[in-house]
């Protein structure tokens, strides 16, 4: 017994004065919809309470330690007049005085997202004040967003993993020209890997050649590149030849429609060709996501859709019928890195088939894909 008790005494003094996890940094910016956003860096994954005092909002981290040197990167016109840590025992505080009163932050606005690049640990929250006084805060804060985005500098050098859908043995769909959906997207990945590095982006393909690769080894890719974002590249096809237009999707378990069902299917069949090992690969990573991480993950990755469809819209590329942006549950997509599967167009459509193959309309898609990326928000 007494040994035991030596040995207890011996390790508890650790316990209390080391705490698991330690404060990076803290910081602000101002969010689309005038929101204002508030962002606490970890080295560890928080664990975390928030309450709203009167004209706060204080977050709970258990087991942190302060950042003595913690110096918040502020972003004028957000709701946050400044920020203050204090420690008691284990628990660190991060006290946010606001300038107006806020309502309880819903869980929906609330993201915590895993280490990429250089950043680590990040619980993200978006807010705007409470009450009607938000038209004057909009107007007021107009020139300051576009202010404070242009003297915002690119922390790091994003990295963007492109996946050229299908290859090898699997050709993907065929026009009736004989257009291999393989071939098409190849070719639309290696220019858009040309044009986004030339924008200063980090870029990898998933396959550079006509190789056959399973829906899971192209997820991970993206994980293994730590990417910031994973873009898959389709064509598609529909019994009636009629059917036009590009459609992007993003992974949801359940999907949107019956069309995006119909087309997860039809794009997740590619592994029937060879179906070791994903089963696997699957549950590891559906472990690995915590709910919220996936709530985050699904948010970031429905932002970029909805830009790129802006983009696409805006470069005049024929929309399919329907909402540009769906949900369904791609295999491909299935990872901790933000993304959306793209099908450019449809080659069961003979004059589509002529566009996807000629230069110049792959030159307009990577343009506009180009742009999307440029306006996705990548520091959160
Ligand atoms: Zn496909």
Same mark, same amino acid.
């Given at each position: 017994m007494t040994g035991l008790t030596a040995v207890i005494v011996a390790v508890l003094p650790r316990v209390a004065f080391a705490a698991r996890n330690s404060l990076r940094t803290v910081r602000t910016g101002i969010q689309p919809g005038n929101k204002t956003r508030l962002v606490i860096e970890t080295t560890e994954r928080p664990s975390y309470s928030i309450s709203y005092p009167a004209n706060q909002v204080v977050i709970t981290l258990s087991n942190t330690s302060a950042n003595r040197s913690l110096v918040p990167a502020m972003a004028a016109g957000t709701l946050v007049n400044a920020i203050t840590q204090a420690q008691s025992g284990d628990k660190l505080q991060i006290i946010a005085d606001l300038a107006k009163p806020i309502n309880e932050i819903p869980k929906s606005n609330i993201m915590l997202l895993s280490p990429n690049g250089d950043n680590d640990y990040r619980l993200v929250m978006d807010f705007s004040a409470s009450g009607n006084a938000a038209g004057m805060v909009a107007s007021a804060n107009a020139k300051n967003t576009s202010s404070s985005q242009q003297s915002k500098t690119p922390a790091r050098k994003y990295t963007i993993v492109i996946d050229a859908g299908h290859g090898g043995k699997d050709p993907g769909c065929i026009g009736k020209g004989g257009t291999k959906e393989k071939v098409v997207v190849l070719s639309v990945a290696k220019k858009l890997k040309d044009k986004l590095s030339a924008a200063g982006y980090q870029t990898y393909l998933t396959? +550079?050649? !006509?190789t056959y690769l399973k829906l899971a080894q192209r997820a991970e890719i993206g994980e293994k590149k730590h990417a910031d974002l994973f873009l898959s590249l389709h064509a598609n096809a529909n019994p009636r030849r009629s059917m036009k237009g590009f459609s992007i999707y993003t992974l949801s378990e #359940? $999907? +949107? !429609?019956e069309e995006a069902q119909k087309l997860a299917d039809a794009e997740n069949a $590619? !592994? #029937?060709i060879d179906v070791s090992g994903f089963e696997q690969f699957d549950k590891n990573i559906r472990i690995a996501l915590s709910s919220l991480q996936q709530h985050a993950v699904a948010a970031m990755s429905v932002e970029y859709a909805n830009g790129c469809a802006t983009q696409f819209k805006k470069a005049k590329i024929t929309q399919q019928p329907g909402p540009a942006v769906r949900h369904a549950p791609f295999a491909v997509l299935r990872s901790t890195v933000p993304g959306a599967l793209i099908e450019l167009g449809h080659l069961s459509n003979a004059s589509e088939e002529r566009l996807l193959k000629s230069s110049s309309h792959q030159d307009k898609l990577v343009a506009a894909i180009v742009k999307s990326v440029q306006a996705y928000d990548f520091d959160v």
């Open positions: 396959r +550079s050649n !006509d #359940k $999907a +949107s !429609d $590619a !592994d #029937k």
